[in-house]
């Protein structure tokens, strides 16, 4: 059964920098495009950052680009996201998923990937506040 497990949310000052991982197990790893997503209270579950399946095209939410970074490590089947200079914001919950299309598109180059199946993490929550 594929589970995925987040780790390394919490409490964090503005500016300074978290990292979150995500580890999987009961699946492929190396078949599955991987994303991070946040959902805040009352809000719907949007994307913040996706990597392709082998780590060479990752795309992110346009308010992250240039702050976070995503990288997978298929021998250790996990996804990390690192995050910088974090801003104040409203509390969320950081989500992994597995399968998800992650789409790339620049210019006329566009990448698309996605798995017939996909799962989700149980979630870890960020809080960024003074």
């Known amino acids: 059964q594929a589970q995925l497990v987040e780790s390394g949310g919490g409490l964090a000052q503005p500016g300074v920098s978290l990292r979150l991982s995500c580890a999987a197990s009961?699946?492929?790893?190396?078949?599955?495009?991987m994303s991070w997503y946040r959902q805040a209270p009352g809000k719907e579950r949007e994307l913040v950052a996706g990597?392709?399946?082998?780590?060479?095209?990752?795309t992110y939410k346009d308010a992250v680009k240039g702050r976070f970074t995503i990288s997978r490590d298929n021998a250790k089947n996990s996804v990390l996201l690192q995050m910088t200079h974090l801003k104040r914001d409203a509390p969320a919950v950081y989500y992994c998923n597995a399968g998800a299309e992650v789409t790339v598109s620049s210019g006329s180059f566009q990448f698309t990937e996605r798995h017939e199946s996909d799962y989700w993490g149980q979630g870890t929550q960020v809080t960024v506040s003074s």
């Open positions: 009961g699946l492929d790893f190396a078949n599955y495009p």
């Open positions: 990597i392709s399946k082998g780590g060479s095209y990752t």
